[in-house]
């Protein structure tokens, strides 16, 4: 016998668990299936931000910096360290119970707001009347009937032609966290954030990271002022980059993997490592949806076809997250999954997709909202820009991190913002605040107005508002 729900969302990742809670927030009977496992067997919510991106990600990044700060800063403070050592499986265990801390949470919440969850794969079966039957297939099968539907099921790692992932030699991100030991040698395809993320953990450890990048420039999407300011950080580090490479055939072995490569020159060059990494994009997850068996439209790249509402071209079915256009981006996923939740509930769902902040969290970390320089020329739109660099800021002097600079770009009439670009200590929460600033319509001279304590990494915002007037009162 069938079950029925208001709505049936399908995929636990960001979009998904948080469009399950707040439709059940909202009244609406709800259920999630998701097919996640842990090593277990048991469901492991989250997607895989939770399982093998974001989270787990940003603990091997903490791990590791902490071991770069006891090996080359520690002695600034006159703190002194002796046999240095770092245990790769205790530092991943640590990793694994942050996951599972986060996975045992997402659980917590589903039975605290009244989601019903079905551990397994789900899939369209047919429309019926009023909705539409969903399969699940997992340990169980079930067939559930909604009123509605949410497909968030995602995006999956790209491979390289003719190099798929095996996980111990050529590695997605899901490998890249894995790695039983420090390589001696590591190659990167893909100086994105992954890349980058992964690239820095494993060059923190002792690993000698080579970067190959098919695009002729470094962070080509981000502001090419601060792209040129970390890139000097990252080259400084040790990291070794490449542009305008054409990867050939990947060969890999027992022991390691070749990499032939034409360079920016037209010259051949063979790169060996012993492991490597390919982060090269990713691809939306529709494996086993089975759209077809209801007439779900897919675009020729494999994404649900959306409009901006997120609705598709099914009446009652909507889609979120990575399986749709936009960034792929958890908090973009997140705040798509909460307004359609609230549409299904006849309220007005809010996603600004000019205020999504975008952050890579190497060190220094790298965060942006709105447009770039580079953008406001493209568009012929006048501009004015201030910068405040971190070397100048009290804070970051104390921290003995002054790399980067804050930049803000302002609308030559109106003074609105319109871009704000960060390199540097903690830009990850720093670009908090100009995100709302943005999403308020506020001015430079707004930010610059308001009072920030003192010493704090956040006067440096200030600063650069102010010098977007020319009157920085620090530099």
């Not at 079905?118 to 039957?133: L, N, P």
């Not at 399969?135 to 539907?149: F, I, K, M, P, Y």
């Not at 501009?383 to 970051?396: K, L």
Request: proline content about 4%; glycine content about 12%; charged content about 20%.
């Amino acid at each position: 016998m069938s079950k029925t729900f208001d709505v049936v969302v399908i995929g636990g990742g960001p979009g998904g668990y948080i469009a399950a809670i707040r439709a059940a927030q909202l009244g609406l009977a709800t259920a999630c299936i998701d097919d996640w496992k842990n090593d277990k067997g048991g469901p492991a919510l989250g997607g895989t931000c939770t399982n093998v991106g974001c989270i787990p990600s940003k603990a091997l990044l903490q791990s590791s910096e902490n071991y770069e700060h006891a090996a080359r800063h520690f002695g600034d403070h006159g703190i002194a360290v002796k046999e240095l050592s770092i245990d790769v499986a205790t530092m991943l265990r640590r990793k694994n119970t942050v996951v599972k801390q986060n996975n045992d949470g997402i659980l917590y919440l589903f039975k605290k707001n009244k989601v019903t969850f079905f551990h397994g794969r789900g899939s369209f079966a047919k429309a019926v009347d009023g909705g539409y039957e969903v399969s699940v297939t997992g340990t169980a099968a079930e067939t559930l009937v909604a009123r509605q539907v949410i497909v968030a099921t995602g995006s999956a790692p790209r491979a390289l032609p003719g190099a798929p992932f095996d996980e111990d030699r050529v590695l997605s991100n899901d490998g890249a966290l894995r790695i039983p030991a420090v390589p001696a040698r590591l190659g990167v395809i893909g100086s994105g954030v992954i890349g980058l993320e992964m690239g820095s953990v494993w060059r923190r450890l002792g690993a000698d990271v080579t970067v190959l990048e098919a695009l002729p420039s470094f962070l080509g999407a981000a502001d090419q002022q601060v792209a040129k300011e970390a890139y000097k950080a990252f080259i400084k580090q040790g990291l070794k980059f490449e542009f305008g490479v054409k990867v050939g055939e990947v060969k890999a072995g027992k022991k390691g993997v070749s990499v032939a490569y034409t360079n920016d020159k037209g010259a051949a060059v063979t790169l060996e490592v012993d492991r490597l990494i390919v982060s090269i994009g990713r691809v939306p997850h529709t494996a086993g949806l089975q759209p077809e068996a209801v007439g779900l439209k897919l675009d020729d790249r494999g994404f649900v076809v959306v409009d901006e509402q997120c609705r598709t071209n099914l009446p009652g079915v909507w889609a979120v997250g990575d399986v749709v256009r936009g960034p792929m981006l958890a908090h973009k996923a997140e705040e798509e999954g909460v307004a359609v939740a609230e549409r299904i509930a006849g309220q007005h769902g809010h996603v600004n997709f000019n205020t999504i902040p975008w952050v890579i969290y190497t060190s220094p970390e790298i965060a942006w909202v709105g447009q770039t320089e580079e953008q406001l020329k493209a568009a012929g739109r006048a501009y004015r820009a201030g910068s405040f660099p971190f070397m100048a800021n009290g804070r970051a002097r104390a921290l003995g991190d002054t790399t980067g600079l804050v930049k803000m770009l302002a609308d030559a009439a109106t003074d609105e913002i319109l871009g704000v670009h960060i390199v540097g200590p903690y830009a990850s929460e720093l670009i908090s605040e100009a995100v709302v600033a943005m999403e308020f319509k506020a001015s430079s001279e707004d930010i610059a107005r308001i009072c920030h304590a003192h010493p704090s990494l956040s006067e440096a915002t200030k600063e650069a508002a102010l010098a977007v007037d020319k009157r920085a009162l620090n530099f």
